[in-house]
């Protein structure tokens, strides 16, 4: 996935991060820094049964919806990818409002892995079978 992300995000230049534990899975632009993680937890949200609802970033080429766990952490909001493969959380500090750089990475997401369920979300028309939910996934 790291391959299809971009070296500018919106204009902010690449940084050096040091991930405890270390890993190569773990970029970042800016300061304070917009960090992607691959192969985080899944989202304590994503259980079978859950009726939790998903935010969805469509890819900024209109080639795919990235569905989102959204939460926050002190002055961070955090958005965990819950309808792919390997979960991927992206770190948001609030000096960067807006869904921009969000929908970027979302991009870079759809293009490396497909999806495997789907988030659903409240008024987007009718919700697929229940056992194709993110929320429903064993």
Known sequence: MLQNLPVRLEGLSPRTVHPVPDSPFVVAWGDPAIVV????ARPADLHPGSTAQFQGFG???GSDTVYFDVSSSGSNEIYT????????????????PGSTYVTDLAGAIAKAMPAVCVGGQPGAGPLPP???LCSHRP
């Open 81 to 96: 990818s819950v309808d792919r493969a390997v979960y991927v959380e992206i770190t948001l500090p609030s000096k960067y």
């Open 59 to 61: 890819a900024a080429d």
């Open 37 to 40: 993680r691959c192969g985080v």
């Open 130 to 132: 229940v056992s194709r």
